[in-house]
């Protein structure tokens, strides 16, 4: 599953290069109130429903091993069992409050050895991008488990994030 797909880049990326059997992208390329959400990606409704469409063209020749789902991450988390993923990439929102919540939703969907990852490895607020709480809410959250997060290093400042769910 990756959960924020913007325009599908890194969906077909994935596609690309991976030999799993099937890949979810969700997004509900939906305006968020900028009040509650700052972020450079909260862009006007018209840029959401340009995105969606570049993503399902960009998308379309995977359609054996991809579903497009126009939804929020909570209500795209319920259509999945626990346990049942090998794989999950968060990079919706960036503010601690909506990454907990995506990380709260989708861990338990990944099964023992699975990875959950996800962008943006970062707090502060960075004037032309927006509110980042992302590497609180995943040190917290992981913390409290006791669980080490690892990290990229090429793709600074906004690196990204992985956790290997344990086994036993």
Not at 25 to 46: C, E, G, I, M, T
Not at 71 to 88: G, H, N, P, T, Y
Not at 137 to 149: R, S, Y
């Amino acid at each position: 599953v990756e959960v924020g797909v913007q325009e599908g880049r890194f969906s077909a990326h994935i596609l690309e290069h991976w030999q799993g059997r099937f890949l979810y992208s969700v997004d509900p390329w939906l305006r968020q109130d900028p009040a509650r959400y700052a972020d450079v990606a909260n862009l006007p409704q018209k840029h959401h429903d340009l995105f969606h469409r570049r993503t399902m063209a960009r998308l379309a020749r995977y359609r054996d091993r991809s579903a497009i789902w126009r939804m929020m991450s909570a209500e795209a988390s319920c259509r999945i069992d626990d346990d049942q993923l090998d794989f999950v990439y968060l990079d919706a929102r960036h503010d601690v409050e909506g990454i907990r919540e995506d990380i709260e939703l989708w861990f338990p969907k990944v099964g023992p050895g699975g990875l959950i990852s996800g962008h943006d490895y970062l707090d502060g607020v960075l004037p032309q991008f927006g509110v980042f709480g992302v590497k609180t809410a995943v040190d917290q959250f992981f913390g409290a488990m006791g669980l080490p997060v690892a990290t990229t290093r090429d793709d600074g400042p906004f690196i990204s994030w992985i956790v290997r769910k344990p086994v036993a």
